[in-house]
């Protein structure tokens, strides 16, 4: 009785264990699979502070949070900066992008692309 | 004003000249008698010359000026006129009383001899009169001139008495010498009647000629020619008496008038009149002031023409005493004080002038000491006291003309500092003869000038230690060495002081580098705080205004403290700079970053923002 009850208590954990990877792998495999564009390249931060204009016409997936919005002009739109995880860039929201309730702190992906002088355009945009 | 012309002539000269016309001298004795008290005072010699006499003085009273041998005195300045005046000035007024009772006693004695019209009254008039006069004496403000005036008259009256002797004398003589040529008659012809029959043979020259020989033994021609010629003495010596009476008398008179006694005067023609009635009123004077007469009484001199002046100036005298205390009383002293002056010169002795209450005096005496000074302070040329007299004066004197002063002192202090500063320019590019000419032209100008000792000190220490320092000045303001003025600004503030031109430049680099040490201290503290970015960019703005050696070795210190953040700022320029604004926004924000609260990020973050906003 001893041996058989022992043999069926590891048969348990092995399952347990192999069930519990499976959830992981399954997560991070739809999270992947269904996080915004999840295609772009993400921006090359420091490439970028250095020489933006070596970055002209590239779009870019823009992660960060919110710091604080630089200026706004209901005709154009607005200046925020964006803390990503290798420093502060500046982006312009236009008016062609619906970007309401833009605030300090909020975290945000976006499709970004370096225009004219290295003016990083946000396309597109995501709260998270 | 005629009077107080003929007045000036012995307030200035001192002396009367007085019966300059030849009078005879004679040392012989008349015959009868010698007459007493025959002197020849008051006659004065026709060959003598007294000063003031043959030019006489004139009176401007329009500039109250004197021209007098070939000078122009000024009138209130004249030290003899002036001592009396303040003298006058000074006096307590004659006892009211006593004066008006002395005065009461004059006028009776003028009143009295001019009342007497027949012979019999004007002896008794003149009696009366004399006793008057007598009294007259005992009252002090008559200082015994009532008494000269009445020894005057006595030796009048005996100059008459011994006129009756010399005309007894003559009478005797007279008949002295009818008898002698009565005698001589009879004796001629009972000498011819003896001798005539006996010596006819001779013939008649020869009669004539023993005829003369025997009136010759007699002494009879002898003697009538001793007697032609005593009469002929004793009439004119008793002429001589009369005459020098009579010229001792007008002497007393006109002395009198020239010392501007005139009741005395008055007095003195009313008794001439009366002790001697023969009508001859005619003054004996010299040419000089005969004309002077003329000219300024418009008639010949005589003793009717000095009463009538004497009567003329006391009026005067009133009036003006009157006017002088009116414009007093209103504040208007200049004119009061002129007005006052005035009537004094000529009415010194006038009841009017000598009754004048003390306080108004004294009023008038502070004016004048004031004036005094002014004028002093004029000659002086000290305008800084000329300034201070100026409002003093005005006090009391509204009337004052105070802008030829205030024209001199303006005009005077303008040359003597254009002098000064002259001098200053001089002494400070080393030219020391220059600024020692200048010195001297600005003391000629204005000799107590305060300005003028300060800028002798300040020039001689110029011309010294501080004429370097204001040379070392100029360097260093020429090489913008603000620092270098600031660290010695003891000293070249010192320099600077009578260097007006350097004054200004001088401040500024003072100033400038006064705000540089403000900003450094600020830095200083900011970077203690651990804000060594903050700090920098504090001195890189003032930097960029300033070229401080100090503020540049302190931000050489503070970059090496902050350089990941001027690494960014100087990187954010750079790519602002080539239009590079992504870049420019993002190392901006680094910077920011990098130094909370600093300004030069925000600015230029807001200027890129909207630049970013527009593309």
Redesign the interface.
């Known amino acids: 009785m001893s041996r058989r009850s022992k043999k069926t208590s590891k048969s348990w954990i092995l399952l347990l264990a192999g069930a519990l990877f499976t959830s992981v792998a399954a997560y991070f495999v739809l999270a992947h699979l269904g996080a915004p564009y999840r295609t772009l390249q993400p921006l090359p931060v420091a490439a970028y502070v250095q020489n933006s204009l070596s970055l002209q016409g590239n779009t870019y997936r823009l992660s960060g949070q919110i710091e604080n919005q630089m200026l706004w002009d209901k005709g154009f739109g607005r200046v925020v900066s964006i803390l990503t995880s290798e420093g502060l860039v500046a982006v312009v929201f236009p008016n062609t992008v619906r970007a309401d309730n833009l605030q300090r702190g909020q975290k945000i992906i976006a499709r970004a692309e370096v225009g004219d002088k290295g003016i990083l355009k946000i396309e597109e945009f995501s709260k998270e | 004003m005629a009077p107080s012309r003929l007045i000036l002539i012995t307030l200035l000269s001192g002396t009367v000249v007085f019966g300059q016309q030849a009078v005879p001298q004679t040392s012989a004795a008349p015959a009868a008698s010698v007459p007493e008290g025959t002197t020849q005072k008051g006659v004065a010699n026709p060959a003598s010359k007294v000063t003031g006499v043959d030019e006489v003085p004139l009176l401007d009273p329009g500039s109250e000026t004197i021209f007098w041998d070939g000078k122009t005195w000024s009138m209130g300045d004249q030290r003899g006129l002036q001592a009396r005046w303040e003298k006058f000035l000074n006096e307590p007024e004659d006892e009211v009383e006593t004066y008006r009772a002395y005065n009461d006693q004059l006028t009776e004695i003028i009143n009295v001899l001019s009342a007497s019209s027949n012979a019999q009254s004007s002896s008794e008039a003149t009696a009366r009169a004399f006793a008057l006069l007598q009294q007259a004496s005992q009252y002090r403000p008559d200082a015994g001139l009532c008494q000269t005036i009445s020894n005057q008259v006595v030796a009048a009256w005996r100059g008459s008495k011994n006129g009756a002797a010399l005309a007894a004398a003559n009478r005797a003589l007279e008949n002295e010498r009818k008898r002698v040529e009565w005698n001589k008659q009879v004796t001629l012809q009972a000498n011819s009647l003896a001798q005539f029959g006996r010596n006819s043979s001779d013939g008649l020259a020869g009669e004539n000629k023993k005829a003369k020989q025997f009136l010759e033994s007699t002494g009879y021609d002898k003697r009538l020619t001793e007697i032609e010629t005593q009469l002929k003495g004793n009439d004119l010596k008793g002429e001589l008496v009369i005459a020098k009476r009579k010229l001792e008398f007008q002497a007393l008179i006109v002395q009198l008038f020239f010392q501007r006694r005139f009741q005395h005067a008055i007095i003195g023609v009313r008794f001439y009149n009366s002790v001697y009635g023969d009508g001859d009123n005619e003054l004996q004077l010299g040419e000089d002031t005969k004309n002077l007469f003329s000219r300024t009484a418009g008639m010949s001199p005589s003793l009717f023409t000095l009463e009538s002046l004497a009567r003329e100036t006391m009026g005067d005298v009133q009036k003006g005493t009157d006017a002088a205390i009116f414009l007093i009383r209103h504040n208007e002293m200049a004119s009061g004080a002129r007005r006052l002056m005035e009537s004094f010169l000529p009415g010194e002795y006038a009841p009017a002038i000598r009754t004048l209450e003390r306080d108004t005096k004294r009023e008038v005496l502070s004016y004048e000491r004031n004036r005094l000074k002014l004028l002093a302070a004029v000659e002086t040329k000290d305008y800084t006291l000329i300034g201070e007299l100026l409002p003093e004066i005005a006090k009391t004197a509204k009337d004052f003309d105070d802008t030829k002063y205030r024209g001199l002192i303006e005009t005077a202090k303008a040359q003597a500092n254009f002098h000064i500063a002259k001098a200053q320019d001089a002494a400070v590019n080393g030219e020391r003869a220059n600024a020692q000419a200048e010195l001297q032209a600005a003391g000629e100008i204005w000799p107590r000038n305060p300005a003028l000792e300060e800028a002798s000190k300040a020039l001689l220490s110029i011309s010294s230690g501080q004429g370097k320092a204001l040379k070392e000045l100029d360097d260093l303001l020429k090489q913008r060495n603000d620092r270098a003025i600031y660290d010695q600004k003891e000293k070249f503030i010192s320099a600077v002081a009578f260097a007006p031109d350097r004054q200004e430049p001088t401040k500024a680099a003072i100033e400038r580098i006064a705000k540089v040490e403000a900003v450094l201290a600020m830095a200083q503290e900011i970077a203690r705080t651990g804000n060594a970015a903050l700090a920098w960019e504090k001195l890189d703005k003032l930097h960029q205004k300033s070229k401080d050696a100090k503020v540049s070795e302190q931000l050489a210190d503070l970059s090496a403290k902050a350089s990941e953040y001027v690494s960014a700022l100087r990187a954010a320029e750079a790519?602002a700079t080539?239009?590079?604004?992504?870049?420019a926004?993002?190392?901006y924000?680094?910077a920011q970053?990098l130094a909370p609260g600093a300004e030069v990020p925000v600015e230029q973050?807001?200027q890129?923002?909207?630049?970013?906003?527009?593309?």
């Open positions: 790519a080539q239009q590079n604004i992504g870049s926004l993002a190392l924000l680094r970053a973050l807001a890129l923002s909207k630049q970013a906003l527009e593309k």
